[in-house]
């Protein structure tokens, strides 16, 4: 048969009728049949498809991908519906993931980055800051939890609290005291343990004590600290 004007080689005279395309110097063109019963010649490939260079023609990508460089999961450039690229390896170390960011990225589609990555915009998995175990941004006090043995203080991660005012140290973070007290030893008002010097330490009923305003038969902590009782101060 005549073939379309686009085509090499055909099965019939309609421009979806190739079995190859023409190269000149102008315009190259790909084979795209990947649509059943339609086999056209493209100056670029469609959507979740690639380029065979080899066979001069267009591929379809792995399901997952939206668009990528070839047939495997692992070739994805971008990925369908709420899905996040990252490298293949499950636990890429900091120089796999320089290496990964600082070319066009390809990698695997999955459903949450994994601990140590954050998903970056455009759905890309990138490596947190160094000090980070979670985060949800590069920097530095981007982290939502801590590695190793640090501590997590309103986003960023510390080896200790000590230096920090109004704060307590729990095993993985520092957390302020309640806005009533100095210092404290965990949360809640009834955690104080120093109180502003407007204010006075008063006990509760269940024994503990908290920072108030109110001067009716209260005790500093002066006074706790020293051993005098509550009695001594009616």
């Known amino acids: 048969p005549v073939c379309d004007v686009s085509c090499k080689t055909c099965s019939g005279p309609a421009p979806n009728e190739c079995l190859s395309c023409d190269i000149n110097e102008d315009?190259?063109?790909?084979?795209?049949?990947?649509q059943k019963g339609n086999s056209v010649c493209v100056s670029a490939c469609p959507?979740?498809?690639?380029?065979?260079?080899?066979q001069m023609s267009c591929k379809r990508c792995s399901l997952s991908c939206g668009s990528c460089i070839g047939p495997w999961e692992s070739e994805c450039t971008s990925c369908r519906e709420s899905k996040s690229l990252m490298p293949a390896a499950t636990e890429p170390s900091a120089t796999e993931m320089?290496?990964?960011?600082?070319?066009?990225?390809?990698?695997?589609?999955?459903?949450?980055?994994?601990?140590?990555?954050?998903?970056?915009?455009?759905k890309i998995c990138q490596p947190c800051h160094t000090s980070c175990r979670s985060c949800n941004g590069p920097e530095i006090s981007s982290c939502a939890s801590?590695?190793?043995?640090?501590?997590?203080?309103?986003g960023s991660c510390r080896s200790s609290c000590s230096g920090l005012s109004r704060v307590y140290q729990t095993n993985t973070s520092c957390l302020d005291c309640h806005p009533t007290c100095d210092s404290c030893s965990a949360g809640g008002a009834a955690a104080c343990t120093i109180c502003p010097s407007s204010s006075f330490a008063e006990q509760s009923?269940?024994?503990?004590?908290y920072c108030t305003a109110n001067d009716h038969s209260v005790v500093t902590f002066d006074a706790i600290v020293s051993g005098m009782s509550l009695a001594q101060f009616d």
């Open 27 to 34: 315009a190259r063109l790909y084979l795209d049949a990947t």
């Open 47 to 54: 959507n979740s498809t690639f380029v065979d260079e080899y």
């Open 98 to 122: 320089a290496e990964f960011t600082n070319q066009d990225p390809h990698g695997k589609c999955i459903n949450d980055c994994p601990i140590g990555l954050y998903d970056a915009p455009g």
């Open 146 to 154: 801590c590695s190793n043995t640090l501590r997590i203080y309103k």
């Open 205 to 209: 009923a269940t024994g503990n004590f």
